[in-house]
């Protein structure tokens, strides 16, 4: 009679040791450092496109026409152009227009901007809407010329 109350006492200890140390094995706690480096944007650049024709054409008094720009961009990564703005400098007519000496060309910057530029892009192609227009203060020798009107805009990763 003695034997199976002994076996039972042996039990529940087996079993008392065995949680103690199933729950020893599964708790802990521990502390450490990580590392990161951030890289540096390469620089996004924007110039005129010429390699369409345009739908919109600037005359003298006329509606405003579309400014065509071509963005490039170098990086891994998606950039997105939040502002393009009026850049330093004139509004200038092509080489081959010399008697253009007033153009009467304006900008207008486009009020909101969000246009994706995808990672590792040679030239992503956007219009302006009606964003140049030509007053009538246009001197004749503007006539069929291609105006450079120069642009900044603001990107974010």
């Given at each position: 009679?003695r034997?199976?109350?002994?076996?039972?006492?042996f039990?529940?200890l087996?079993?008392?040791?065995?949680?103690?140390?199933?729950?020893?094995?599964?708790?802990?706690?521990?502390?450490?450092?990580?590392?990161?480096?951030?890289?540096?944007?390469?620089?996004?650049t924007?110039?005129?496109?010429?390699?369409?024709?345009?739908?919109?054409?600037?005359?003298?008094?006329?509606?405003?026409?579309?400014?065509?720009?071509?963005?490039?961009?170098?990086?891994?990564?998606?950039?997105?152009?939040?502002?393009?703005?009026?850049?330093?400098?004139?509004?200038?007519?092509?080489?081959?227009?010399?008697?253009?000496?007033?153009?009467?060309?304006?900008?207008?910057?486009?009020?909101?901007?969000?246009?994706?530029?995808?990672?590792?892009?040679?030239?992503?192609?956007?219009?302006?809407?009606?964003?140049?227009?030509m007053?009538?203060a246009?001197?004749?020798?503007?006539?069929?010329?291609?105006?450079?009107?120069?642009?900044?805009?603001?990107?974010?990763?």
């Open positions: 009679m034997r199976p109350i002994l076996v039972a006492i039990c529940a087996t079993m008392l040791l065995s949680a103690g140390a199933a729950r020893a094995y599964f708790s802990g706690s521990g502390s450490g450092t990580g590392t990161a480096s951030v890289g540096t944007m390469q620089a996004v924007v110039a005129a496109y010429t390699g369409e024709t345009l739908t919109s054409q600037l005359y003298p008094g006329g509606p405003a026409a579309d400014v065509v720009l071509k963005v490039t961009n170098p990086n891994n990564f998606t950039v997105t152009v939040t502002s393009v703005t009026a850049g330093v400098g004139p509004i200038t007519a092509d080489g081959s227009h010399p008697a253009c000496t007033t153009t009467g060309v304006t900008f207008t910057a486009p009020g909101t901007v969000n246009l994706a530029v995808p990672a590792n892009t040679t030239g992503a192609v956007f219009h302006l809407p009606g964003a140049a227009a007053s009538t246009s001197s004749n020798g503007c006539q069929g010329a291609t105006f450079s009107i120069p642009v900044q805009i603001t990107v974010h990763s």
